[in-house]
């Protein structure tokens, strides 16, 4: 299984950040990275990388409804080139992409799970048992949930991660400092592996290719250390 699904609780603590950096810094350079944004709130990758919405998530759940499409398919129809990766961009409107998942997103995830080429990394938005991304993290082989370091925000994990788990999902924890606790008493408290404590960074996200040299930098040696914690695993699932 080659599906990695990225979540948040609450708030914006940096969930879009880590989906993309993970495409960027994957060891493989070889293997096809294909971003999927599906956060029903709505989509902003289209905006911010300056490919549009169209194609898009609209575009696939559309096609999804009137052929048998494979991954490819996918790619091909829905997916824009963003420099060695590929982007699903959502609509802006939280009620189109909402629309969109409901309608389309267990036929969607289902192609994606069975799709052993490329790495699909899904930006499943704030993540629930009743979110309408859902079906996409019970597909995943690993469902990140990214929090804040913060109490407020950690005390949220618990409830979650287990609601996820008996939900069919593999959660497992990233924070975004500073934390007054160590990864292994938040794995602890959470119920779940903490994969990886990043710092976060003031200011807005430059060029992936900036980002290695500039004050991202420490944020992005510890997204290259979840890169290689999870392509190690997703080898693994794919030769099993």
Do not use: N
């Amino acid at each position: 299984m080659s599906v990695v699904a990225v979540a948040s609780v609450a708030g914006s603590p940096g969930a879009t950040s880590l989906v993309l950096g993970l495409a960027a810094a994957w060891p493989d350079r070889d293997r096809r990275r294909v971003v999927v944004e599906a956060d029903p709130d709505g989509g902003r990758l289209g905006a911010e990388l300056g490919i549009g919405v169209e194609p898009g998530l609209m575009a696939l759940a559309l096609a999804v409804r009137a052929a048998d499409l494979t991954g490819d398919d996918l790619v091909e129809r829905g997916a824009a080139a963003v420099g060695e990766w590929h982007v699903v961009p959502a609509p802006a409107s939280s009620e189109q992409t909402h629309s969109a998942l409901v309608h389309a997103g267990a036929p969607l995830a289902a192609i994606v799970a069975g799709d052993d080429g490329p790495l699909w990394l899904v930006d499943v938005g704030r993540l629930s048992t009743r979110s309408a991304a859902l079906p996409f993290a019970k597909v995943a082989g690993h469902t990140i949930v990214v929090t804040g370091g913060s109490f407020p925000s950690l005390q949220l994990l618990p409830h979650r991660v287990e609601a996820l788990r008996v939900a069919g999902c593999a959660p497992s924890v990233v924070v975004v400092g500073p934390t007054s606790w160590s990864a292994a008493e938040i794995a602890g408290f959470a119920g779940a592996d903490v994969v990886a404590v990043l710092p976060r960074v003031d200011g807005r996200r430059a060029g992936f290719g900036a980002m290695r040299s500039s004050a991202w930098r420490p944020w992005w040696q510890q997204v290259e250390h979840v890169t290689s914690y999870l392509d190690a695993s997703t080898r693994t699932e794919v030769g099993a």
